[in-house]
């Protein structure tokens, strides 16, 4: 396992957290834009709110939950901290996971079949049952990765719940 210098974990932990912030920022992002088309009444802005979230579901999310996932094993990796040595890594990783199934996947599928709703001409496609399922996964999707990435923020900042309990270890003290 390779060691990092301070100033090479300061660099790649700073990496991990602009990131870090670039997918909560995203995430609000896709919030106020979802509000916004919930309560417009002109077309053109509606039709706009959508074309955003799915422009940026298509890079920004992809990108920023990469990057993230990437930066945050090498941390565990390179340091100390391990992948499996705390639970509070173990949470986080079961929410990175979640966050991974909810932004580059899910954001991108849910925000393309809604572009397709409501580039439908008249906007018909907004008045079928299946855009309105869309827009219920859409919004779950997003309230879930802001809970998520705030949990994430949460519990790398007071590291809850120490270190695992290795059973070989115990077995060998008794």
């Not at 990175?96 to 580059?104: A, E, N, R, S």
Request: proline share 3%; hydrophobic share 55%.
């Amino acid at each position: 396992m390779k060691k990092m210098t301070v100033k090479q974990r300061k660099w790649l932990l700073t990496l991990h957290l602009l990131f870090s912030a670039v997918m909560l920022g995203t995430a609000v992002i896709f919030l106020f834009l979802s509000i916004t088309a919930a309560v417009t009444e002109d077309e053109g802005v509606f039709r706009a709110c959508y074309s955003i979230m799915h422009m940026l579901s298509e890079k920004t999310v992809r990108v920023s939950t990469i990057a993230t996932l990437v930066t945050g094993i090498m941390l565990s990796v390179w340091t100390p901290w391990g992948l499996f040595k705390y639970y509070w890594i173990i949470v986080k990783e079961i929410l990175t996971l979640l966050l991974v199934i909810l932004g580059p996947v899910g954001m991108y599928f849910w925000t393309l079949q809604a572009v397709q709703y409501v580039s439908e001409p008249g906007m018909q496609g907004i008045l079928s049952p299946e855009f309105t399922v869309n827009n219920v996964q859409l919004w779950t999707g997003i309230i879930l990765q802001i809970v998520s990435l705030a949990g994430l923020f949460i519990i790398s900042v007071f590291k809850p719940w120490g270190a695992r309990r290795d059973k070989a270890r115990l077995h060998v003290k008794r």
